[in-house]
């Protein structure tokens, strides 16, 4: 049975997580972190040359922590801001000094095509309008060179809950979903851009009367 959920369930999931259990942000960044790296390290990936895109809020802040986990495997790989880092949240600044102690290196322009794989960690379940004319642009010419794109809980550009384009999406091969399935990578046309779907546990917390609007299946 897989239970999914929308963008703003899962929002009050990870607020519940936080407030009322006490689980701090950082240990579901890293753990969020960790699991993505256990799917990465299965084996199914080229891990020669990763580039880990990296937006301004929480999904950002899992890329940052991923791509130091990977950086202390030895693994090659580099952090490239989408956006502005000084306007990002404070997890995000946080994980980037983290980061940047740890020696994981950035870059400010990457070519697409030299990245044997694509972190996908831009937007996740923040997402609330249609991606900047910029971010569409990036996200189609990465799209054209058809790299392999492994997202943080959903696809950049697609909407959580609806599965509706805003604008446009990176097109996954793989999505990894944090907690739960976000209901928008089931459904047409959000399903086609996240490609494979898993779903890993980081450690929410449901409250016992919380109602998902949407049925088991
Ligand atoms: N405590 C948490 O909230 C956790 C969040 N997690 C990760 O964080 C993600 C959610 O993080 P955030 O809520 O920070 O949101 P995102 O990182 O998805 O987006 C960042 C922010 O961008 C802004 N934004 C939305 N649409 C935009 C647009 N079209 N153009 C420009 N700016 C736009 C919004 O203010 C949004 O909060 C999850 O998908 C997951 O990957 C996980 O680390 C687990 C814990
Ligand atoms: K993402």
């Known amino acids: 049975m897989?239970?999914?959920v929308t963008t703003e369930e899962m929002q009050?999931?990870?607020?519940?997580?936080?407030?009322?259990?006490?689980?701090?942000?950082?240990?579901?960044i890293e753990r969020a972190a960790l699991a993505a790296?256990?799917?990465?390290?299965?084996?199914?990936y080229d891990l020669s040359n990763v580039l880990v895109l990296v937006g301004l809020g929480n999904n950002g802040a899992d890329g940052i922590a991923l791509a130091?986990?990977?950086?202390?495997?030895?693994?090659?790989?580099?952090?490239?801001?989408?956006?502005?880092?000084?306007?990002?949240?404070?997890?995000?600044?946080?994980?980037?000094?983290?980061?940047?102690?740890?020696?994981?290196?950035?870059?400010?322009?990457?070519?697409?095509?030299q990245a044997s794989l694509i972190i996908d960690a831009i937007f996740g379940t923040g997402l609330n309008k249609d991606l900047p004319e910029g971010l569409q642009k990036m996200v189609k010419a990465a799209n054209h060179i058809?790299?392999?794109?492994?997202?943080?809980?959903?696809?950049?550009?697609?909407?959580?809950?609806?599965?509706?384009?805003?604008?446009?999406a990176l097109k996954a091969k793989t999505t990894i979903s944090f907690g739960f399935i976000k209901a928008g990578v089931t459904e047409n046309p959000g399903k086609k851009s996240a490609g494979q779907?898993?779903?890993?546990?980081?450690?929410?917390?449901?409250?016992e009367d919380f109602q998902f609007s949407i049925k088991e299946q």
């Open 2 to 4: 897989t239970q999914l």
């Open 12 to 28: 009050e999931l990870d607020q519940y997580t936080m407030t009322t259990i006490g689980l701090s942000e950082d240990v579901l």
């Open 37 to 44: 790296l256990d799917v990465l390290g299965a084996g199914a």
């Open 68 to 113: 130091r986990l990977l950086h202390q495997l030895h693994i090659p790989v580099s952090l490239q801001f989408v956006g502005n880092a000084n306007k990002a949240k404070p997890a995000v600044k946080h994980q980037l000094q983290i980061a940047e102690a740890c020696g994981v290196p950035r870059s400010e322009k990457s070519d697409f095509k």
């Open 146 to 168: 058809e790299s392999t794109v492994v997202a943080l809980d959903l696809p950049t550009g697609v909407n959580g809950t609806t599965g509706q384009i805003m604008g446009a």
């Open 197 to 207: 779907v898993l779903v890993k546990d980081i450690g929410i917390v449901v409250p």
